[in-house]
């Protein structure tokens, strides 16, 4: 899509002008406070921009013009037809502006340009648009009563949505939130991790261009602790949506419950199984392993972390992995030829580390990687790393690293393999591959979780829906399902004299 270089990436990025205050009804705004926060390159360690720190004050402020705009009904009662018009004249300015957006993206979240500039940024406008296209197709129903009475099922905008995303896909993340949040009818306050605000700041401006009236769509920069635990503690938030670790996500949940009963909806962590039985296509399997496991640094809620594979190929199989992985090499993410860029920063960084040292301490080897490179670039570099001699019972295999470590398992049987996939306390995602039609049905139905592949990994688009069991969350991200989680049923029924 880009014939440029990573010359040109960096000339570009030394002249790009980055907008870093809050957006708060319909223009660029500072922090109340007057504070602001530095946001930093992962690739090298300096500061990209210092945006707006907002706290409780900026928060009201926010919600309640986000209240004002939804009562108007300027947005909440138009016509879905007209909302759908906006919504895909939103995703072509996001187009229009391609290579900022993924310069911003891949300054701010270290995610490699090519990623960006051919997946991020445009499956977040795509995502916009099928979305828009959808909302005027989404018919409401009539009950089967009798013959006196007419029963009306409607769905109703919630009002005001919080929707909070996380660092790994900025981009991503938020046009799955406000996407359908915005096509129902609600007025959104979008909480960008403090990390990656840079795309969600320009991207409001592009959705006020594109003709989202003011205070629709508001975004404000801040803290988790703060700023985020007073959006969700908020009387006056109707709903909230998040996307992040399973420790937040369960402290949303109380500050639902400790508030007005907010609607609240969870896409948390997880630790995927991806299963290899003995009679896969192992070539593509072990591309696809390594591509699980190292795809945006492993910093991937559904990345396939345990690898699982049948005991009769689980040396083969490996050293296929392993040799795959050498195609992972840790580079900065404005090169073209980078696959893999840097951990986001050091607290990440470190935590894979300590990971790592433990699983050594608990018995696993390294079958590759495990150490630090490129460490005099400023940034924080993780090899692509691979445990072998790995059991389910181990932390590393237990536990969310969120970085490019997978561990590997043996597996006696089917059975064995559906056993060690559903001990664990997440349900969010993996694969299984088999050439065999009954194993890989059977295999995949067994497993607890809200998405599995056969014989494919990362598989999907939106018109399928994404979310987790257990641990990993609830409601349902993409797709016409996800409607759900920002309207209400209402029923009106309908007596004739």
């Not at 910093?299 to 199989?317: H, K, M, P």
């Not at 992972?328 to 990440?348: E, F, H, S, Y």
């Not at 257990?470 to 797709?479: L, P, Q």
Request: hydrophobic share 40%; glycine share 10%; aromatic share 8%.
């Amino acid at each position: 899509m880009s014939n440029m270089t990573y010359s040109d990436w960096q000339s570009r990025a030394d002249s790009l002008q980055i907008e870093g205050r809050a957006f708060i009804d319909g223009q660029y705004v500072s922090a109340l406070s007057g504070r602001t926060s530095e946001c930093m390159n992962p690739s090298n360690g300096q500061k990209l921009a210092d945006v707006a720190l907002c706290g409780p004050e900026d928060a009201d402020q926010a919600v309640k013009v986000a209240r004002k705009s939804f009562e108007s009904g300027v947005w909440s009662k138009m016509p879905p037809m007209e909302r759908k018009k906006v919504l895909i004249r939103w995703a072509e300015l996001i187009e229009q502006n391609l290579q900022e957006l993924a310069l911003l993206e891949s300054l701010n979240a270290g995610k490699p340009i090519s990623d960006t500039l051919n997946s991020d940024i445009p499956s977040a406008a795509n995502t916009i648009r099928w979305t828009g296209e959808a909302i005027d197709k989404a018919y409401e129903q009539i009950a089967p009563t009798g013959q006196d009475s007419l029963a009306l099922v409607t769905r109703l905008p919630l009002g005001v949505i919080v929707a909070i995303v996380p660092w790994n896909y900025p981009m991503t993340t938020t046009a799955w939130k406000l996407a359908p949040a915005l096509a129902t009818g609600n007025s959104v306050i979008l909480k960008p991790d403090p990390k990656t605000p840079l795309t969600a700041l320009r991207i409001a401006q592009l959705a006020s261009e594109a003709g989202i009236p003011d205070g629709v769509l508001n975004v404000l920069p801040g803290d988790g602790p703060i700023l985020g635990q007073h959006l969700c503690l908020h009387q006056d938030v109707d709903g909230q949506t998040f996307t992040g670790s399973t420790a937040v996500g369960k402290l949303l949940t109380q500050y639902s419950g400790q508030s007005n009963l907010k609607r609240t909806f969870l896409e948390l962590g997880g630790k995927s199984a991806n299963i290899i039985f003995a009679d896969a296509n192992l070539e593509k399997a072990a591309s696809l392993a390594a591509i699980a496991g190292f795809y945006n640094c492993g910093q991937t809620c559904t990345a396939g972390t345990r690898l699982l594979i049948e005991q009769s190929i689980y040396d083969e199989f490996l050293e296929r992995v392993v040799e795959k992985s050498k195609g992972w090499i840790p580079g900065n993410a404005l090169d073209p030829a980078t696959r893999m860029g840097p951990v986001i920063d050091k607290n990440q960084f470190d935590t894979i580390s300590q990971y790592v040292s433990l699983g050594l301490e608990e018995g696993a080897q390294l079958a590759c990687g495990g150490a630090q490179v490129l460490a005099e670039s400023g940034g924080h570099y993780h090899q692509a790393t691979i445990f072998s001699g790995a059991n389910n019972q181990m932390r590393i295999a237990r536990e969310e690293i969120f970085g490019p470590v997978i561990s590997a398992i043996p597996f006696d049987d089917a059975a064995d393999a559906v056993s060690i996939a559903n001990d664990s306390p997440y349900g969010l995602a993996g694969a299984v591959w088999s050439r065999n039609i009954n194993t890989a049905h059977k295999v995949a139905a067994a497993v607890r979780t809200g998405t599995m592949g056969i014989n494919n990994y990362f598989g999907g688009d939106i018109t399928v829906p994404f979310g987790g069991f257990k641990e990993s969350g609830n409601g349902r991200d993409k797709s016409m399902h996800a409607f759900d989680d920002y309207t209400e049923l209402k029923t009106t029924w309908i007596e004739f004299e």
